[in-house]
């Protein structure tokens, strides 16, 4: 079973604060994900990678930066947190990009 | 450029009665596409795939989608809907090398 996990669950910032939403991997998956959750819209691809090193730019990136330090674990960097990136935000891996993708369980981000 | 749209934000159904949600597609060439269900308070789960072949897909759960080239769809149906099927559903297609482009959600109810 593929186990993909985010950490912080929920985090809270205030307006210009410096946020890092983690995840990790662990079924070796050469893509990572990240997507933004929002009412109306959907899931939104912010950014992705192919591996260690890499990453791609996805629909949504202003204002995100992303790293992928390992095959497992790719971060989402919020720089200068705004109130309009308040969202639910959803890691996901797979095998390649046109497989089916593993989802972590979200981190619900508050930028006040 | 390539889109999904599920035409209804919210569907109510009985429970034992059938369900079926609607999934139109825009894709040149032929597309690989999923349907994915979120449980409240949980990541994403994959339901069903397609891959060009049999344009019936069998899921998890009871669930079945069919793929029709003609009218760029990929409706997902059960025959008999249970309370705990009360969840949000994505349907979903590659972006051709790139990443999944998701629609932006039914929200099935089960009413008693």
């Known amino acids: 079973e593929a186990a993909v996990t985010q950490s912080p669950r929920n985090k809270v910032t205030v307006t210009g604060g410096n946020v890092t939403l983690s995840c990790r991997q662990t079924?070796?998956?050469?893509?990572m994900y990240w997507y933004r959750q929002d009412t109306g819209h959907g899931l939104r691809l912010i950014h992705y990678?192919?591996?260690?090193?890499?990453?791609q730019i996805g629909d949504v990136p202003d204002g995100y930066k992303a790293t992928r330090t390992t095959q497992e674990d790719f971060f989402l960097l919020l720089e200068l947190a705004s109130p309009s990136q308040t969202s639910l935000y959803f890691c996901?891996?797979?095998?390649?990009?046109?497989?089916?993708?593993?989802f972590g369980p979200g981190t619900r981000l508050t930028v006040l | 450029a390539q889109s999904v749209t599920q035409p209804d934000a919210r569907v109510t159904v009985s429970e034992g009665a059938s369900l079926q949600l609607r999934c139109k597609y825009s894709?040149?060439?032929?597309?690989?596409l999923f349907w994915y269900v979120q449980y409240p308070r949980q990541g994403l789960q994959l339901l069903l795939k397609?891959?060009?072949?049999?344009?019936v897909v069998q899921g998890v759960n009871g669930f079945e989608a069919e793929f029709s080239k003609s009218n760029s769809s990929f409706h997902l149906r059960k025959a008999s809907v249970h309370w705990s099927d009360w969840a949000v559903y994505f349907c979903?297609?590659?972006?051709?090398?790139?990443?999944?482009?998701f629609g932006t959600g039914t929200t099935v109810s089960v009413s008693p």
């Open positions: 079924n070796s998956h050469n893509y």
């Open positions: 397609y891959y060009p072949g049999d344009p």
């Open positions: 990678s192919y591996g260690a090193g890499n990453l």
């Open positions: 979903a297609v590659n972006q051709g090398g790139r990443a999944l482009i």
């Open positions: 996901a891996s797979s095998v390649d990009w046109g497989d089916e993708q593993y």
């Open positions: 894709y040149f060439g032929t597309p690989y």
